[in-house]
């Protein structure tokens, strides 16, 4: 079993849509939560960043960290076309420790 | 363009051959971070260095290397290649918050 645990998608929405992803993992010592989108296996761009348990509120993404169910979700509000892509989550133990990546999820959003 | 330079983008060469990626991090940041990409495996942990020394070490085979400068440039050395080590190697630098990705390596095995 993986240690992060990512649905591969595609999920496919209409423009304007919420878009809901999330990822589940086994080690509980993680504390750092990261979500990343990559476009066409392009550099991966970090969107969100979290510490521990809780919201975070960035424009359109939303993170949420549950530490308590080891379940992380991302919201993208108002989809656009342009936010097509694969999205990673990653999840490290400590700040500056190497990342540990779900699969990531390929997401299509159509106008 | 994310300040993590990565060179060269493209780099296709025979089985059994070596080659040397490079990396140079954002500016001040001390810590490099090496990773795989390959179409079945996703992102996976190959080697981190910080500050010139070797801090932290994944699924890395034998075969490859690494080492990080003075300047804080980092080289990946990967040798007797193989067709399976084609894929997309990345190289991220971190701060406080965040780790910043280069734009990767595509390297193809043939």
């Known amino acids: 079993q993986k240690e992060v645990e990512q649905d591969p998608g595609p999920l496919s929405v209409p423009e304007g849509a919420i878009v809901s992803l999330n990822c589940t993992y086994s080690?509980?010592?993680?504390?750092?939560f990261m979500w990343y989108r990559q476009y066409s296996r392009k550099g991966p761009e970090l969107l969100m960043y979290?510490?521990?348990?809780g919201n975070k509120e960035d424009g359109r993404f939303t993170a949420q960290v549950d530490k308590s169910s080891k379940y992380i979700s991302l919201f993208i509000r108002d989809s656009q076309p342009s936010d097509s892509a694969t999205y990673l989550c990653a999840m490290s133990e400590a700040a500056g420790n190497k990342l540990t990546f779900g699969g990531g999820t390929r997401v299509l959003v159509k106008p | 363009d994310s300040g993590v330079t990565q060179t060269p983008k493209h780099l296709i060469t025979a089985t059994g051959q070596r080659v040397t990626l490079r990396c140079s991090p954002r500016s001040g940041d001390l810590s490099v971070y090496w990773y795989q990409q390959s179409l079945d495996q996703g992102l996976q942990f190959l080697i981190q260095y910080y500050n010139g020394e070797e801090r932290a070490k994944g699924n890395i085979l034998e075969r490859f290397s690494a080492q990080q400068f003075p300047d804080l440039h980092s080289e990946l050395n990967l040798s007797s290649l193989e067709l399976g080590d084609s894929a997309l190697y990345f190289c991220a630098s971190s701060r406080l918050y965040g780790y910043t990705f280069g734009s990767g390596t595509r390297l193809t095995v043939v």
């Open positions: 080690n509980s010592a993680f504390q750092y």
């Open positions: 979290t510490y521990s348990s």
